[in-house]
């Protein structure tokens, strides 16, 4: 399902409440209740938490200007527009800002309870507060660096070779002829770009693909606080989208082509030539079922032995040609998996 977000729509603002501490009264208004109207204690920015939805008390005509101001000299709450602090004077200049931006979203029909208070007060450090751990991260690395040593060691232990000798007990060739046959091959495809040559054309009219169609949207409710006592409630939604056949000309046809039929191989010693596998029918024939030569691949092997273990390489022609019976190599073996490495061969002497 693909989705485009679009702007909110509606936004809402309301007040965000808070409890006094001091009298525990609750459910004060964040931004009307600058101050606790029963016992008149300053309104701690800290304590504000979204209230249930039947609670909420809209903010009519509401001008967002920033996060309120806390005065560095008396904790007073002031309007971020203020440039003085209302209790006690001080240039707001500076002045630390009220948190904002905790956020919670629900579907569309329910229900939002109460929140708890949505800010943590930070605690004041104390020697009894654990010590930042020194050594984390530490031990993972550890654990890294091992599992890297063993997998390095590993594939160096694989990799390690030794030079052997060994000398050579029997040649082998093989020859191979890809045989091609004429043949009637279906095909399917935009009745534009029928092939030239093609028969047997067949237009249908089924589906050739699919498109996205909108169908609908779903939406989710977002309360923000604003950091000043209030908080907007905004709506968000995305457009869904079903999808759908769509519809079209097809063209099913024959036609007419070489294709791959079989291999032809031929193989033996040093005693007989080499030779290529042969087609009986060689003549030019294009009639459906006639077969002709395609590509050819050769392959030379010595078979070796060192110590009481054969093995065989493929090698060039050259040296396989020129090369004889009890002729030493040299060759690298592993030295764990005891492979031979037949890129490595080499006459010598
Ligand atoms: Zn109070
Ligand atoms: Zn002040």
């Not at 009298?23 to 701690?44: E, I, S, V, W």
Request: charged fraction near 25%.
């Amino acid at each position: 399902m693909d989705s485009t977000s679009r702007p909110a729509n509606g936004a809402k603002v309301y007040e965000m409440l808070w409890d006094c501490k001091f009298c525990g009264t609750r459910k004060l208004l964040g931004k009307t209740h600058r101050f606790c109207p029963n016992c008149g204690a300053q309104q701690d920015p800290t304590a504000r938490y979204f209230p249930a939805d039947n609670e909420k008390v809209a903010v009519q005509d509401h001008v967002y200007v920033g996060a309120d101001r806390i005065c560095s000299a008396c904790n007073s709450l002031s309007s971020a527009k203020a440039e003085f602090c209302g209790n006690c004077g001080k240039p707001l200049s500076g002045a630390a800002q009220a948190q904002q931006g905790a956020s919670r979203t629900g579907d569309e029909d329910e229900q939002f309870a109460e929140s708890d208070k949505v800010y943590q007060k930070p605690k004041p450090s104390t020697a009894a507060a654990a010590p930042p751990k020194q050594g984390f991260g530490l031990k993972p690395l550890l654990i890294l660096a091992v599992v890297i040593a063993v997998i390095g060691g590993g594939i160096f232990a694989l990799t390690r070779s030794q030079t052997s000798s060994a000398y050579v007990t029997g040649f082998r060739w093989e020859r191979s002829l890809n045989v091609e046959r004429f043949q009637a091959v279906p095909g399917k495809t935009d009745c534009n770009a029928v092939p030239i040559g093609a028969y047997s054309v067949n237009q249908q009219y089924e589906q050739v693909g699919s498109r996205q169609v909108p169908d609908g949207e779903t939406c989710e409710r977002v309360q923000i606080d604003q950091g000043d006592g209030t908080f907007r409630e905004e709506e968000r939604c995305q457009t869904t989208y079903r999808s759908e056949p769509v519809y079209g000309y097809v063209c099913y046809y024959l036609f007419n082509t070489w294709v791959f039929a079989r291999a032809e191989k031929l193989e033996g010693t040093k005693e007989q030539a080499p030779t290529w596998p042969s087609l009986g029918s060689s003549g030019s024939c294009f009639t459906l079922g006639c077969e002709r030569e395609g590509s050819r691949n050769e392959r030379y092997y010595l078979a070796l032995r060192y110590g009481d273990r054969d093995f065989e390489c493929p090698v060039e022609y050259a040296l396989w040609e020129e090369t004889g019976l009890e002729r030493s190599f040299t060759v690298e073996v592993g030295s764990v998996l005891k492979d031979v490495r037949c890129g490595t061969l080499k006459p010598s002497g």
